[in-house]
């Protein structure tokens, strides 16, 4: 599983774009299909909470098509518990001048991958943030492609992961801009953290541009956690457990802190809190 | 409070302590002055109990329990602070919130809120902005001067009956030194505790009024007294202050 997985599910994809084939229907039973579509001029805030508990593999699909000027704020929100093995298929169309502003917590699972297509028209702005994180001595992957075909639409992304003992997180995002996309912006960041002994966090930023007047920038960094930091909490009287909880609150924060309403950010930071 | 009894440390299989003894009472303010690689932060370490060091031989006892025996954790909790040379700064949070944070979970029954007038005053006693609290607790956060003076902050608050520290004032400017020698001197004794100051310079451990002063040097406290043997040094230099 994990980026290996992953890399080999590329090699037999011709058109850049994941096929719902490759999971619907085959390994993975399609459990749940909707789709959100939000007309012209409209705007709309949805929170999509997940806690599924399947044990068997289960695939989801999600389609999203924003009409012109149109804006939603979506957060997704899925806890799952240790064993579930899940795929999560979006299928993102932002048409001209619309906005998705996207917030994607993924907590645990044995397999749980999240798949982001994104097609931008002209204008459109596509705007996400989120936090992964794996305990459950699996694998948690957020995936983006993205796709901008219009002229001055806007790409940026900031996801951090966290893995535990044995556990992994993998975050790629592909974006390729289109030769006819005049002035487009795109900005990528990732940071993770690793917290327990054979922890593994993926990165793969990717940017490919076919127009020279694009503004990119990309960025990607893992670290541990510092044992010195942890001792020097020791020497304020923390013990290596609340020392290292305090630490990653610190990490969280980087996320947490751009999610707008109390409420929402409370309900994250508990989804999040260390066991 | 504290006694050091023939203690021996290595570091790597190199000597760094060799038979030193003190006895630190409740209100006593000890300074320790020598040059670099006398073994000043070798003790500081053992003190502390980080794991840069090797007790080869010796005890060291606290409020009457082996100090040896307890983690740094429980050294802390128990009322031995130590601040370094170089504290490490948390990301992503604030100083207030790291404070709050660290009073949190070290199980302190006092409110942080209620301790919010005091950190406020001693931030600004320490020259550090009014609005300290709201800073970040990292390195863009903070100049080393800064990190220093919140070091001095944050380990002031947490009200400990001994405080060791460690040559912080290296590498502060002659108006940083004097503040943070000024309030180490006030925290002592208003508060009438006791502390164990290391430095290499003379003038900061002077500001600070000692009661007993000591020379380390070659891993070992080579002379102990008064004030007057600083006074001493000044007029007539010291063989054991020389490394070579």
Known sequence: MGIQSFLQAEKGDPDWLFSPDEYFGKQFKLSEANTVELKEGKKDQVVLRHTPTEKGLVAKHLKIDLRDNSQLDLFVLNDTGAKLQQVCLYDIHLREGSTLNLGIFVKGGKFNKHIFQVELDDGANFSNFGYMNNNDSGDTEVIFKVFQKGAESLCTQLIAGEAGPNSQTVYQSMVHIDAGAEVVETGIENINIVTGPNGKCYSRPDVTSENESAKIRYGSQTAFIDESMILYLNSKGLGDTEARNLILQGFKTTVFNLIQGDDLKTEVAQMFESD | ?244
């Open chain 2, 1 to 244: 409070m504290l006694k050091i009894k023939n203690l021996n440390i290595k570091s790597a299989d190199n000597e760094i302590l060799k038979d030193v003894n003190l006895e630190v009472k409740p209100g006593e303010v000890h300074v320790v002055l020598g040059p670099t690689g006398s073994g000043k932060s070798g003790l500081v370490m053992a003190l502390a109990g980080l794991p840069f060091v090797d007790v080869d031989s010796g005890s060291i006892t606290f409020k009457s329990k082996s100090l040896l025996k307890q983690s740094i954790q429980e050294r802390s909790l128990n009322g031995l602070v130590s601040v370094f040379q170089h504290p490490v700064e948390i990301p992503n949070t604030t100083n207030w919130d790291l404070f709050c944070n660290i009073l949190k979970l070290r199980k302190d029954k006092r409110d942080p809120q209620d301790l919010k007038e005091l950190y406020n005053e001693t931030a600004e006693s320490l020259g550090l902005d009014k609005n300290h609290g709201s800073t970040p607790a990292d390195s863009d956060g903070m100049t080393h001067s800064e990190a220093i003076r919140n070091e001095l902050l944050i380990s002031f608050l947490l009200d400990p009956n001994l405080l060791i520290v460690d040559d912080i004032d290296e590498k502060l400017d002659a108006e940083d030194k004097l503040a943070v020698a000024l309030n180490i001197k006030n925290f002592i004794h208003t508060k009438r505790r006791a502390g164990i100051i290391f430095s290499k310079d003379k003038q900061v451990l002077e500001l600070i009024e000692p009661t007993h002063v000591h020379i380390m040097a070659k891993g070992q406290l080579a002379l102990s007294g008064n004030i007057d043997i600083l006074k001493r040094i000044e007029e007539d230099g010291h063989p054991e202050l020389s490394t070579s």
